[in-house]
C-alpha cells in the first residue's frame, strides 16, 4: 500500500508542474489578446482555452470527462508594450496556513514569465511566494518556495531539488517552514518578496524577508532561462490553486472572500526597472478570475489589494 501512495504522489506531482505551467501560459496568452477592464469594472472573466495542448488542464475547466485535476488562479498582471521596461516586481503578502489534503495545494506568489511562441514548449518564467503542498512536502505547513521553468514543464525545478537555483543565503533556503503564520483573528504574519534581473550580470535574483525587508536568498543564472534572455517579461501576482477531484477546491489567501477584511493581501507594490529602480505600482492593473469561490479587487493608489475565498466544490 505504502508504495502505491508514494506512486501517486509521484504522479500527481508529474501533473501539478504541467497543469501549473499551463495555467500561467493560458493567463498570459488570455490577457495578451483582450481589452482591459478599466477602474470599477470588476473582474474579467474571459474563456480558458484548454485545446493548446491536449495533454494539460486549463484554468478551472476540465480537458474531458475523465479529468479530476483541476487548478483556478486570481491574478493581476503587468504586460509589456507600454513603453516601460520592467524586469521584477517587489510586494508583500500576507501568510496564512490550512490542513490541506495530498490532492490539493494552495499557493501565493509572483510570476516572472516570457510565453516564446505561446506554446508550453517555449515557456521561461521564474516564481516564488508562499504555499501548502502536502505532496511536495509531506506536510501541511506553509513553505516559502522558489521555481524555475526552461522550456516548459520537463525544465521545471522547485526550490533547491534539482541543480541550477544559486543560493547565497545562510539565513534562509527555498522550502523552509513560514512560521508563525496569520490569524485570521488575530495579528498578521508577512513575507516581502523581491524577484528581479540584474542588469550586469542578467542572473534573476530572488530576495525574502519574514515581517521585515527582503535580504537575497539566491539566482537563478541566465544560462538556464535562454527564453528570459533579452526578452520582454509578463509579471503575474495574486493566488493559485489545485485540486483533484475528489477533493474539493482548497481555500486560496486567507480563506475568507476579499469584500472581507479579513482576507488575505499584497501590498507595497513595486516594479523594477531594467536599471534596478523601483516604480511604486499606484494604478489598477488587468485582473482574472475563473471561479465564484475566489475573488480580486482592484489595487488602490498606495498599492494594495485583497484576494482569495473558501473552499469550494466545483
Known sequence: MSLLVYNLDIEMEKAHKQITLLGVLLLANTLTGGCFPSD?????????ASEIHPKYYASGEKL?????????????????GDGNK????????DVYGFALESS?????????????????????????????????????????????????ADKDCKNMRCPGFQKTS????????ISPVSDINGNKQSITLRLFKDKSTGNWHIHYGFNG???PVGYIPKSLLPGLIDKPVEIIFGGYVYHRKPQPSPPMGSGIDPINGKAASFSSLKLIDEDGNDHAVNTDLPLRVDNPCYGITNIVSDGY????????VD
Open 86 to 93: 520592467y524586469y521584477g516586481m517587489e510586494a508583500r503578502l
Open 305 to 312: 489589494f485583497y484576494y482569495g475565498g473558501p473552499s469550494c
Open 104 to 152: 490539493q495545494v494552495s499557493e501565493a506568489g509572483i510570476w516572472i514569465i516570457n510565453r516564446g511562441d505561446g506554446q508550453t514548449s517555449s515557456m521561461n518564467g521564474i516564481m516564488a511566494g508562499w504555499h501548502i503542498w502536502p505532496s511536495l512536502y509531506k506536510d501541511s505547513q506553509t513553505h516559502f518556495f522558489t521555481s524555475w521553468t526552461s522550456a516548459g
Open 64 to 80: 474531458d470527462s475523465d479529468s479530476q485535476d483541476v487548478v483556478h488562479t486570481t491574478t493581476h498582471i503587468w504586460l509589456p
Open 170 to 177: 545562510t539565513s534562509i533556503t527555498p522550502g523552509d517552514v
Open 213 to 215: 525587508a527582503p535580504k
Open 40 to 48: 470599477g469594472e470588476g473582474n474579467w472573466t474571459v474563456p480558458w
